[in-house]
């Protein structure tokens, strides 16, 4: 292969953005990978960025689902206990419409912890829903 900007030298590397082959004098040295020389240095170093920000964003996710999953089990028990606390107290149903609503809290929290919970166990670089070889 040659470099794509001198087309009498061989090519020794190939661009991570553009991927065109480059001699030694285009080459530049963005690591992890290369670069054409004063051309594609910034989108590489975004490129390394975005993958690097990527490996931890499974367990930050799962983490912001388990956080989600305790605040709407406190909101769903709070629903509850005011929904029912005047109706145990006093025979009063005014505020008894407060109880289906805490049973969807306690039902949305669920159902964020266990999304946290399975998204948390999925390791980056597996296919999570794909079928093992």
Not at 46 to 74: F, P
Not at 78 to 90: C, K, W
Not at 114 to 127: D, F, H, R, T
Request: charged letters at 15%; a positive charge; aromatic letters at 10%.
């Amino acid at each position: 292969m040659k470099c794509f900007y001198h087309a009498d030298q061989d090519a020794v590397a190939i661009c991570k953005s553009c991927c065109r082959g480059l001699c030694r004098e285009c080459v530049a040295d963005v690591p992890p990978g290369v670069a054409c020389r004063n051309r594609c240095e910034a989108e590489v170093a975004a490129i390394n960025l975005i993958m690097a920000r990527s490996k931890t964003a499974y367990q930050k996710t799962g983490a912001a689902h388990r956080r989600n999953a305790v605040a709407t089990l406190i909101c769903g028990l709070l629903f509850l206990g005011f929904g029912l606390l005047p109706v145990l107290v006093s025979r009063d149903f005014g505020a008894f419409f407060l109880v289906p609503l805490g049973c969807v809290f306690l039902l949305w929290s669920r159902f964020s912890y266990l999304s946290g919970k399975q998204i948390c166990e999925v390791e980056p670089g597996n296919n999570p829903g794909g079928s093992s070889s």
